[in-house]
């Protein structure tokens, strides 16, 4: 018999829990249960062109999830509208400056705390658990890291609490989906020559991941 991965285990630790001790030891010890989906708005929702090319959907999970930040102002307009309004100026760029096929990452999450996906095809990947899009985020990192953009720049200033908040749930769901560990949450610049995420986002990377582990 395959060993079980930790999301097929939680889920039958969540559908037994409730008669494991359940004599005369009292209420069952809590094992933790599978993360809820966050709020991820699609491609379609937002407005997103079509792909300039196939997107490359593979058998494979990732190993790891790579923060980053959009290096864009940072915006006061904390609506939906505005972070779809920012999906879209960003697949702009990416296909027309960069010459990409698509947006680079593989979801946005907007200082208002609204996540949308980024590249096509990622969020299906996701909910799949077993399969990931090759993106364009980071070089070599591509086929094995989830890249998450956050809108601002954090060189020196702090993200907005609704930001935090929302990368917190967006990691925590991805890593139940893919049993990545909350250590392998990296910054950009732990691979690539750049600045990116931001000197301050860079510095809370070390409490995103317990934050991250608290909520599993």
């Known amino acids: 018999m395959e060993p079980l991965d930790r999301r097929t285990l939680l889920r039958m630790l969540a559908a037994t829990g409730a008669a494991v001790g359940a004599g005369a030891l009292g209420t069952a010890p809590a094992f933790g249960t599978e993360q809820a989906a966050p709020t991820i708005s699609s491609c379609a929702t937002w407005g997103a062109r079509a792909a300039t090319e196939s997107i490359t959907v593979l058998n494979s999970r990732p190993t790891k999830i790579l923060v980053h930040h959009t290096d864009t102002p940072n915006s006061t307009d904390y609506s939906q509208a505005h972070a779809f309004s920012l999906s879209r100026s960003i697949q702009d760029h990416h296909i027309d400056d960069n010459h990409w096929i698509d947006t680079g990452q ?111």
Not at 129 to 156: F, L, T, W
Not at 193 to 216: F, H, S, W
């Open 106 to 216: 593989h979801f946005t999450n907007s200082r208002g705390g609204y996540v949308t996906e980024g590249r096509h095809q990622s969020l299906a990947a996701l909910r799949d658990g077993h399969k990931m899009v090759r993106a364009a985020h980071c070089p070599g990192q591509n086929d094995i890291a989830i890249g998450i953009e956050n809108e601002g720049n954090y060189m020196s200033t702090q993200p907005p609490a609704k930001l935090y908040s929302s990368l917190v749930s967006l990691c925590a769901y991805i890593c139940t989906q893919y049993d990545i560990k909350p250590t392998a949450i990296y910054g950009h610049r732990d691979y690539y020559n750049t600045d990116c995420p931001g000197d301050v986002l860079y510095k809370m990377l070390p409490q995103l991941r317990k934050d991250v582990a608290a909520k599993l």
